[in-house]
T-cell receptor, first 114, second 111 residues
Framework: NAGVTQTPKFQVLKTGQSMTLQCAQDMNHEYMSWYRQDPGMGLRLIHYSVGAGITDQGEVPNGYNVSRSTTEDFPLRLLSAAPSQTSVYFC?????????????FGNGTRLTVT | LAKTTQPISMDSYEGQEVNITCSHNNIATNDYITWYQQFPSQGPRFIIQGYKTKVTNEVASLFIPADRKSSTLSLPRVSLSDTAVYYCLVGDIRNNRKLIWGLGTSLAVNP
Protein backbone atom coordinates (compact mmCIF):
# COMPACT_ATOMS: atom_id res chain seq x y z
CA ASN A 1 0.00 0.00 0.00
CA ALA A 2 2.39 2.69 -1.21
CA GLY A 3 -0.36 5.23 -2.00
CA VAL A 4 1.12 8.42 -3.48
CA THR A 5 4.92 8.51 -3.70
CA GLN A 6 6.87 11.68 -4.35
CA THR A 7 10.56 11.95 -5.13
CA PRO A 8 12.87 13.53 -4.22
CA LYS A 9 12.03 14.65 -0.67
CA PHE A 10 14.43 17.58 -0.83
CA GLN A 11 16.06 19.44 -3.70
CA VAL A 12 18.24 22.53 -4.04
CA LEU A 13 18.51 24.19 -7.45
CA LYS A 14 20.31 27.21 -8.79
CA THR A 15 18.34 29.82 -10.68
CA GLY A 16 17.86 28.74 -14.28
CA GLN A 17 18.32 25.02 -13.69
CA SER A 18 15.65 22.56 -14.67
CA MET A 19 14.32 19.53 -12.86
CA THR A 20 11.42 17.12 -12.68
CA LEU A 21 9.47 16.31 -9.52
CA GLN A 22 8.16 12.77 -9.67
CA CYS A 23 4.75 11.59 -8.48
CA ALA A 24 3.44 8.04 -8.71
CA GLN A 25 0.29 6.42 -7.35
CA ASP A 26 -0.70 2.76 -7.21
CA MET A 27 -4.42 3.18 -6.57
CA ASN A 28 -5.53 3.44 -10.22
CA HIS A 29 -6.80 6.97 -9.63
CA GLU A 30 -7.86 8.94 -12.69
CA TYR A 31 -7.45 12.35 -11.05
CA MET A 32 -3.98 13.62 -10.15
CA SER A 33 -2.87 17.09 -9.21
CA TRP A 34 0.08 19.19 -8.08
CA TYR A 35 -0.02 21.81 -5.34
CA ARG A 36 2.49 24.17 -3.89
CA GLN A 37 2.35 25.24 -0.27
CA ASP A 38 3.94 28.45 0.95
CA PRO A 39 3.82 29.92 4.47
CA GLY A 40 0.60 31.87 4.98
CA MET A 41 -0.70 30.92 1.52
CA GLY A 42 -2.29 27.53 2.02
CA LEU A 43 -2.35 25.02 -0.83
CA ARG A 44 -2.47 26.37 -4.38
CA LEU A 45 -3.26 24.20 -7.38
CA ILE A 46 -0.60 24.21 -10.13
CA HIS A 47 -1.82 21.65 -12.68
CA TYR A 48 -4.17 18.70 -12.67
CA SER A 49 -5.08 15.72 -14.83
CA VAL A 50 -8.27 13.69 -15.15
CA GLY A 51 -6.65 10.81 -17.00
CA ALA A 52 -3.77 9.73 -19.20
CA GLY A 53 -3.19 12.27 -21.97
CA ILE A 54 -5.38 14.96 -20.33
CA THR A 55 -3.97 17.88 -18.32
CA ASP A 56 -5.17 21.35 -17.42
CA GLN A 57 -3.98 24.43 -15.56
CA GLY A 58 -4.79 25.31 -12.00
CA GLU A 59 -4.42 28.60 -10.11
CA VAL A 60 -0.65 29.08 -10.48
CA PRO A 61 0.59 27.22 -13.61
CA ASN A 62 3.26 29.67 -14.84
CA GLY A 63 6.75 28.22 -14.82
CA TYR A 64 5.57 24.61 -14.59
CA ASN A 65 4.82 21.92 -17.17
CA VAL A 66 3.12 18.57 -16.74
CA SER A 67 2.29 15.53 -18.83
CA ARG A 68 0.35 12.35 -18.11
CA SER A 69 1.45 9.44 -20.26
CA THR A 70 0.25 6.75 -17.82
CA THR A 71 -2.42 6.51 -15.16
CA GLU A 72 0.22 5.98 -12.47
CA ASP A 73 2.63 8.86 -13.08
CA PHE A 74 2.23 12.63 -13.14
CA PRO A 75 5.61 14.43 -13.22
CA LEU A 76 5.97 18.17 -12.69
CA ARG A 77 8.69 19.95 -14.65
CA LEU A 78 10.41 23.21 -13.83
CA LEU A 79 12.10 24.32 -17.04
CA SER A 80 14.04 27.28 -15.62
CA ALA A 81 13.86 27.48 -11.85
CA ALA A 82 13.36 30.85 -10.14
CA PRO A 83 13.67 31.78 -6.45
CA SER A 84 9.89 32.39 -6.42
CA GLN A 85 9.45 28.65 -6.95
CA THR A 86 10.99 27.87 -3.59
CA SER A 87 8.17 25.98 -1.89
CA VAL A 88 6.90 22.62 -0.73
CA TYR A 89 5.23 20.69 -3.52
CA PHE A 90 2.51 18.11 -2.96
CA CYS A 91 1.03 15.63 -5.37
CA UNK A 92 -2.51 14.35 -4.76
CA UNK A 93 -4.76 11.81 -6.45
CA UNK A 94 -8.36 10.65 -6.31
CA UNK A 95 -11.03 8.80 -8.19
CA UNK A 96 -12.94 11.29 -10.31
CA UNK A 97 -15.89 9.13 -11.19
CA UNK A 98 -17.87 10.58 -8.30
CA UNK A 99 -17.33 13.82 -6.47
CA UNK A 100 -17.28 12.44 -2.98
CA UNK A 101 -14.00 10.59 -2.83
CA UNK A 102 -11.19 12.35 -0.97
CA UNK A 103 -7.74 13.34 -2.18
CA UNK A 104 -4.74 11.22 -1.23
CA PHE A 105 -1.55 13.20 -0.78
CA GLY A 106 2.11 12.36 -0.97
CA ASN A 107 4.53 13.61 1.67
CA GLY A 108 5.88 16.40 -0.43
CA THR A 109 9.07 17.67 -2.04
CA ARG A 110 10.79 20.62 -0.41
CA LEU A 111 12.42 22.69 -3.14
CA THR A 112 14.85 25.56 -2.60
CA VAL A 113 15.96 27.72 -5.51
CA THR A 114 19.01 29.92 -4.85
CA LEU B 1 -15.66 28.26 -7.09
CA ALA B 2 -16.50 27.89 -3.45
CA LYS B 3 -14.27 29.92 -1.16
CA THR B 4 -13.87 28.88 2.45
CA THR B 5 -13.17 30.92 5.57
CA GLN B 6 -11.86 29.42 8.80
CA PRO B 7 -10.32 30.83 11.98
CA ILE B 8 -6.57 31.16 11.57
CA SER B 9 -5.77 29.52 14.90
CA MET B 10 -7.33 27.89 17.96
CA ASP B 11 -6.06 26.76 21.33
CA SER B 12 -7.37 23.91 23.44
CA TYR B 13 -6.39 21.56 26.24
CA GLU B 14 -6.12 17.82 26.36
CA GLY B 15 -9.45 16.09 26.90
CA GLN B 16 -11.57 18.97 25.64
CA GLU B 17 -13.90 18.92 22.65
CA VAL B 18 -12.81 21.20 19.82
CA ASN B 19 -15.17 22.64 17.23
CA ILE B 20 -13.79 24.32 14.11
CA THR B 21 -16.27 26.12 11.88
CA CYS B 22 -15.81 26.76 8.18
CA SER B 23 -17.86 29.27 6.21
CA HIS B 24 -18.63 28.53 2.55
CA ASN B 25 -21.41 30.88 1.50
CA ASN B 26 -21.28 30.12 -2.25
CA ILE B 27 -21.24 26.34 -2.04
CA ALA B 28 -22.64 24.68 -5.17
CA THR B 29 -25.33 22.03 -5.27
CA ASN B 30 -22.93 19.21 -6.14
CA ASP B 31 -20.15 20.25 -3.75
CA TYR B 32 -19.02 18.00 -0.93
CA ILE B 33 -17.44 19.29 2.28
CA THR B 34 -14.20 17.57 3.21
CA TRP B 35 -11.88 18.15 6.14
CA TYR B 36 -8.19 17.36 6.14
CA GLN B 37 -5.51 17.31 8.82
CA GLN B 38 -1.90 18.26 8.15
CA PHE B 39 1.14 17.70 10.35
CA PRO B 40 4.45 19.47 9.68
CA SER B 41 6.43 17.96 6.80
CA GLN B 42 3.52 15.77 5.73
CA GLY B 43 0.78 15.98 3.15
CA PRO B 44 -2.81 16.65 4.23
CA ARG B 45 -4.71 13.59 5.43
CA PHE B 46 -8.45 12.99 5.01
CA ILE B 47 -10.48 13.19 8.21
CA ILE B 48 -14.15 13.29 7.29
CA GLN B 49 -16.52 14.23 4.50
CA GLY B 50 -20.20 15.10 4.24
CA TYR B 51 -22.89 16.54 2.02
CA LYS B 52 -25.61 17.49 4.50
CA THR B 53 -26.74 16.91 8.11
CA LYS B 54 -24.32 15.05 10.36
CA VAL B 55 -21.56 12.56 9.68
CA THR B 56 -19.57 10.73 12.33
CA ASN B 57 -16.58 8.41 12.10
CA GLU B 58 -14.06 7.04 14.56
CA VAL B 59 -12.10 10.29 14.84
CA ALA B 60 -14.51 13.20 14.27
CA SER B 61 -18.01 14.46 13.58
CA LEU B 62 -19.09 16.87 10.89
CA PHE B 63 -22.16 19.04 11.31
CA ILE B 64 -23.72 20.68 8.26
CA PRO B 65 -26.81 22.91 8.59
CA ALA B 66 -29.65 22.73 6.12
CA ASP B 67 -28.46 25.73 4.07
CA ARG B 68 -24.95 24.16 3.78
CA LYS B 69 -23.31 27.60 3.98
CA SER B 70 -21.10 26.48 6.84
CA SER B 71 -19.85 23.31 8.47
CA THR B 72 -18.34 22.43 11.83
CA LEU B 73 -15.68 19.84 12.47
CA SER B 74 -15.92 18.43 15.99
CA LEU B 75 -12.96 16.62 17.56
CA PRO B 76 -13.95 14.87 20.80
CA ARG B 77 -11.47 14.77 23.68
CA VAL B 78 -8.41 16.06 21.85
CA SER B 79 -4.90 14.95 22.72
CA LEU B 80 -1.48 16.52 22.12
CA SER B 81 -1.21 14.50 18.90
CA ASP B 82 -4.18 16.41 17.45
CA THR B 83 -2.01 19.54 17.23
CA ALA B 84 -2.06 20.20 13.48
CA VAL B 85 -3.51 22.41 10.76
CA TYR B 86 -7.07 21.58 9.73
CA TYR B 87 -8.39 22.45 6.28
CA CYS B 88 -11.96 22.67 5.07
CA LEU B 89 -12.29 21.93 1.35
CA VAL B 90 -15.46 22.44 -0.62
CA GLY B 91 -15.79 21.05 -4.11
CA ASP B 92 -16.74 18.29 -6.49
CA ILE B 93 -13.86 16.69 -8.38
CA ARG B 94 -16.23 15.20 -10.92
CA ASN B 95 -17.57 18.53 -12.17
CA ASN B 96 -15.07 21.12 -10.97
CA ARG B 97 -11.51 20.01 -10.88
CA LYS B 98 -10.03 23.32 -9.71
CA LEU B 99 -10.38 22.80 -6.00
CA ILE B 100 -9.64 25.91 -3.97
CA TRP B 101 -8.14 25.50 -0.50
CA GLY B 102 -8.48 27.96 2.35
CA LEU B 103 -5.67 28.88 4.74
CA GLY B 104 -6.63 26.30 7.34
CA THR B 105 -6.92 26.47 11.13
CA SER B 106 -3.83 25.87 13.22
CA LEU B 107 -4.96 23.96 16.32
CA ALA B 108 -2.66 23.88 19.33
CA VAL B 109 -3.53 21.35 22.05
CA ASN B 110 -1.89 22.12 25.38
CA PRO B 111 -1.26 19.72 28.27
Amino acid sequence: NAGVTQTPKFQVLKTGQSMTLQCAQDMNHEYMSWYRQDPGMGLRLIHYSVGAGITDQGEVPNGYNVSRSTTEDFPLRLLSAAPSQTSVYFCASSYSGTGDLPLHFGNGTRLTVT
Amino acid sequence: LAKTTQPISMDSYEGQEVNITCSHNNIATNDYITWYQQFPSQGPRFIIQGYKTKVTNEVASLFIPADRKSSTLSLPRVSLSDTAVYYCLVGDIRNNRKLIWGLGTSLAVNP
